[in-house]
């Protein structure tokens, strides 16, 4: 199972662009990459997820190199609502497969 | 889109009682769910794989005897915590993705948070 890297906390303003990278140097090929919200006392909510390069959704945009040995999640002109913690995980997409959790990013946004 | 439901949302037991938590997928069907503990500022951390009609596999240090599992059906998967103690008071996650359906991701239930007292 392919591990992941994040900064373990970010700040930031509301309404600015909030960019976070997660590295995972031995992603393997059929692997996807996927990224959850969680706020205090409820479960992980799903963002995104991408094989490569960008992918983009009503929340949020997803930004995969060529190598796919890391990606960014962008936030667009955050909120106050989106301070929670941000999980980037790797794995292939199988019903059975289980995912793993790293330490995730904790943005806090301020006024 | 598809939910996850938990059953109950917080539970207060004494020591040395036995507590049962629910998760069900509510419109798709699940062979595997997982289930996730998770202490306070920490990350979750799986503790177990559901499987349906078969035995659950448990990751390394998590004691099959005290959390006992049952996946009794495609939409249903119980998680007992036996004789729980005051350590054992953390949130509850379980998470489940759609039988069948590749790549798609996975559905997390709302936790259950868990006070032995």
């Known amino acids: ?111 | 889109g598809a939910v996850v439901s938990q059953h109950p949302s917080r539970v207060i037991c004494k020591s040395g009682t036995s507590v049962k938590i629910e998760c069900r997928s509510l419109d798709f069907q699940a062979t595997t769910m997982f289930w996730y503990r998770q202490f306070p500022k920490q990350s979750l951390m799986l503790m177990a794989t559901s499987n349906e009609g078969s035995k659950a596999t448990y990751e390394q240090g998590v004691e099959k005897d005290k959390f006992l599992i049952n996946h009794a059906s495609l939409t249903l998967s119980t998680l007992t915590v036996t004789s729980a103690h005051p350590e054992d008071s953390s949130f509850y996650i379980c998470s489940a993705r759609e039988k069948g359906v590749f790549d798609t991701e996975a559905f997390f239930g709302q936790g259950t948070r868990l006070t032995v007292v």
């Open chain 1, 1 to 111: 199972l392919a591990k992941t890297t994040q900064p373990i906390s970010m700040d930031s303003y509301e309404g600015q662009e909030v960019n976070i990278t997660c590295s995972h140097n031995n992603i393997a090929t059929n692997d996807y990459i996927t990224w959850y919200q969680q706020f205090p006392s409820q479960g992980p909510r799903f963002i995104i997820q991408g094989y490569k390069t960008k992918v983009t959704n009503e929340v949020a945009s997803l930004f995969i190199p060529a190598d796919r040995k890391s990606s960014t999640l962008s936030l667009p002109r955050v909120s106050l609502s989106d301070t929670a913690v941000y999980y980037c995980l790797v794995g292939h997409g199988g019903a059975t497969n289980k995912l793993i959790f790293g330490t995730g990013t904790l943005l806090a946004v301020q006024p």
